[in-house]
Nanobody
């Protein structure tokens, strides 16, 4: 069973930065678009944050993180990153990555179009 692994979460002060990583063993992430989602406290749903095409040439961000977060990938390392800067308390969430399997746009962030979800990594923004 393929499962992605997220890492890099932790406690960070408002205005700080954090870089999340998403990787998979024995699964070629470089063939697929990858999305980052998050589930904030008290929310049942995972909401899309950012996604990146298989080549890395196309990226998308939701408005709430645009200009603060940067998604990238290193296909040689089979890893996708989410660099988060200028973090705010409202960014506190469990962050997940997943593989996009659909003919639509990854930026639609339809949860059912994504598979091989990881366990998530907790990011807490607090002073």
């Amino acid at each position: 069973q393929v499962q992605l692994v997220e890492s890099g979460g932790g406690l960070v002060q408002p205005g700080g930065s954090r870089r999340l990583s998403c990787t998979a063993s024995e699964f070629p992430l470089d063939r697929y678009a990858i999305g980052w989602f998050r589930r904030t406290p008290g929310e049942a749903e995972r909401l899309g944050v950012s996604c990146i095409s298989s080549s890395g040439g196309s990226t998308h961000y939701v408005d709430s993180v645009k200009g603060r977060f940067t998604i990238s990938r290193d296909n040689a390392k089979n890893t996708v990153y989410l660099q988060m800067n200028s973090l705010r308390p409202e960014d506190t969430a469990v962050y997940y990555c997943a593989v996009f399997f659909a003919s639509s746009a990854c930026s639609d962030y339809v949860v059912h179009d994504y598979h091989y979800w990881g366990q998530g990594t907790q990011v807490t923004v607090s002073s």
